[in-house]
């Protein structure tokens, strides 16, 4: 009966009933499309870095990632690799040799970070063969070194050229050879694409002098939101001897941006609710002054202040409830098809994210708690905004509600 | 049992006691029988409408007390109340009585639903009442479809659906034509022979007083006359 009464009362002001609705509505849908987009795009941004380069979890040596040097490497041994392997989320484990050298062609000369690999497992692991813009992808036992475009331009280096690499190898010893660069990738961040350069393991340990030697182990993982407790599985079945970082740890700046652009977007998302719920707000302080005579003489017959309570409360949850399906319905079909056909834009933006290694695509993340989070707030509204209504009945005097 | 359905002893109210007072109700007793059809007359401002909103328990004395089947309703706590007030008094008030949501069927109906009384009982109820006040073929329609007097015919149908003690009707014709008014008041004098209700309406009509089998005055917060009880006085 209550029910009835609710939902007949909504058709009492059918207009402001449903601007209150399409209130929600839009909100629902602002934000979820906001919200897709945004974590969409932190999410390409992540995997960008993450995915393509530092991996989600690296184990070294203790003290590696505090004091980054070749003083610090470890000896690579089968037992350690095959314990890591054995986890059940990790799909790879491979190991990195890495220290800064400069590169040289006579003529100009640059700082780079020197990454010696194993080519057959990071063309997986961070899908370095499809980095490669030019050459090609070199194989375990090649020799050569792959560099990255942006700093091939910087030295004004083609394919096939000559570049001479000079550094401090294992123990101090000085490390300098030349090798010629078959390959030319790219990468997405030019942080990245400015600085690295690339070389097949057993040629770096040997240029450095660190045979069998590496200075972390990549891991690859199946699922990213898992990571933590992958990196807790891994510290307790190896040797304490050993660090175990994950991509939160590594590049703390990453993740600061992630975390700031999150935040700016829960404030544009609360600035809209916040708005709706003003607009929540007007139609019950409307709805309470038009009904006070109606109140009155209902509680006059009979009818108890909980059951006037309750009425009230079933229509503005009516009025959220079909506002906050409707919306996520909306929302949850455009992010649905945005993800499945990405809008591909042409033109220079085209270009230019294609330079930086991205799809020239607008990401949009199908993150279901992006969904439910929307109705945890529409609910928190009603239910703040309730508390109005309920206090008016709670002092509500049938005499004096049906005096005019 | 005792024939008496209301026994009001020595009722005094006093609105704004602090700053200025008015007595608006001055000592009045009154006693009503099972099956009475009272007129409750007086000069606006006499305390009609007080009066039969404390006998009705929506307010409540300064002194006094109130029995209603030998229940003392002054005592009661405002909880208690709402629901003495559904199970035991018929209202009809002088306007917007009904549900604008509501059909007139549903507005009858509404009352028995609040007291949950069973569907079948309840429709069979419903539509019994509206056919004796004349709207059998308007049950479906919402009050904003009907006139004044029907509405008020369906006011009427809801107070006795809740099968009250007795029901209070504050000035019921005031918005009515003379038309109207005397249709009403045919309405509730058949009821209050036929299923023996108890009927105190106030107004100032004097058409509408001639109906009523006894005519309690007020002047001033104070019963000056009683047909009622009072015989004596000259024709
Ligand atoms: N809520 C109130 N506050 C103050 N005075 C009131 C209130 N209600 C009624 N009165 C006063 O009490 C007296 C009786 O009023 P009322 O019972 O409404 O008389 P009637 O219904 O006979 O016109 C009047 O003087 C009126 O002004
Ligand atoms: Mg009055």
Not at chain 1, 135 to 147: E, F, P, Q
Not at chain 2, 208 to 214: G, L, N, S, T
Request: net charge positive; proline share 3%; with cysteine.
């Amino acid at each position: 009966m209550l029910f009835k009464l609710a939902w007949r009362n909504l058709w009492r002001n059918k207009y402001r009933t449903m601007i209150t609705v399409a209130s929600v509505f839009f909100a629902v849908v602002l934000s979820v499309l906001l919200t897709s987009i945004q974590r969409g795009a932190m999410q390409t941004l992540v995997k960008g870095i993450v995915g393509f380069y530092s991996s989600y979890i690296q184990v070294h040596k203790k003290g590696y990632f505090d004091e980054q040097t070749l003083d610090n490497v470890m000896e690579l041994n089968d037992s350690l690799v095959a314990s890591i392997r054995k986890q059940p989320n990790v799909t790879h484990v491979s190991p990195r040799l890495e220290t800064f050298v400069l590169a040289s062609t006579g003529e100009s000369t640059e700082g780079c970070m020197m990454v010696g690999i194993v080519p057959s497992e990071e063309k997986e692991l961070i899908k370095l063969g499809s980095k490669v813009r030019q050459g090609i992808y070199l194989a375990d036992t090649d020799r050569g070194v792959m560099i990255a475009q942006g700093l091939a331009q910087k030295l004004n280096l083609k394919l096939n050229d000559t570049l001479i690499l000079l550094g401090q190898g294992y123990q101090g010893v000085t490390a300098a050879d030349k090798y010629p660069v078959k390959t030319i990738v790219s990468f997405g961040s030019p942080k990245l694409n400015d600085g690295l350069l690339f070389m097949p393991l057993a040629q770096a340990q040997r240029f450095l002098s660190a045979e069998n030697k590496a200075t972390s182990l990549v891991v690859a993982v199946k699922d990213d939101r898992l990571v933590n407790k992958t990196q807790q599985e891994i510290e307790k079945s190896i040797s304490p001897a050993y660090e175990v970082k994950n991509w939160q740890q590594m590049i703390p700046d990453v993740v600061e941006l992630v975390k700031s652009k999150s935040s700016s977007e829960f404030v544009v998302v609360l600035l809209l609710y916040m708005l709706v719920a003003f607009g929540m707000f007007a139609t019950l302080l409307m709805l309470m002054a038009e009904r006070q005579f109606e109140l009155g003489m209902l509680m006059a017959i009979g009818m108890k202040k909980a059951q006037l309570a309750r009425m009230i409360f079933l229509e503005s949850v009516f009025v959220s409830l079909v506002g906050c399906a409707a919306g996520l319905l909306v929302s949850i079909t455009i992010t649905h098809l945005l993800s499945a056909h990405p809008i591909t834009f042409g033109g220079e933006m085209k270009k230019m994210y294609e330079n930086m290694g991205f799809e020239a695509t607008i990401p949009t993340s199908t993150d279901p708690s992006i969904y439910y989070t929307q109705v945890i707030i529409i609910a928190v509204v009603s239910l703040v905004l309730s508390v109005y209504p309920m206090l008016k009945i709670s002092g509500l005097n049938a005499l004096k509600a049906m005096r005019k | 049992m005792s024939n008496i359905v209301i026994d009001a002893i020595n009722l005094n109210k006093t609105y704004n006691p602090d700053t200025i007072p008015v007595k608006a109700i001055d000592g009045v007793s009154l006693q009503m029988q099972r099956g009475e059809f009272a007129a409750l007359v007086g000069p606006s401002g006499s305390g009609k409408t007080t009066l039969l909103n404390l006998l009705g328990g929506l307010d409540k004395p300064d002194s006094g007390s109130i029995l209603i089947n030998g229940t003392d309703i002054t005592k009661l706590s405002e909880n208690r109340l709402v629901d003495y007030r559904l199970h035991n008094i018929g209202f009809i008030f002088q306007a917007y009585n009904l549900v604008p949501v509501l059909t007139a069927r549903e507005n009858v109906e509404f009352i028995m639903l609040l007291q949950n009384i069973g569907k079948a009982e309840r429709e069979q109820r419903v539509a019994n009442l509206l056919n004796q006040v004349g709207l059998g073929d308007k049950m479906n329609v919402r009050p904003s479809q009907l006139s004044g007097g029907q509405q008020q015919r369906v006011a009427v149908a809801r107070a006795l659906a809740s099968k009250p003690q007795f029901i209070l009707a504050d000035e019921p014709t005031a918005n009515l034509d003379s038309h109207s008014a005397s249709n009403l008041l045919d309405i509730m004098a058949m009821l209050n022979k036929e299923e023996n209700m108890t009927f105190i309406f106030s107004t100032h009509d004097q058409r509408v007083i001639e109906r009523a089998r006894r005519v309690i005055t007020l002047v001033d917060g104070k019963v000056t006359s009683d047909t009622g009880l009072v015989k004596t006085q000259p024709a």
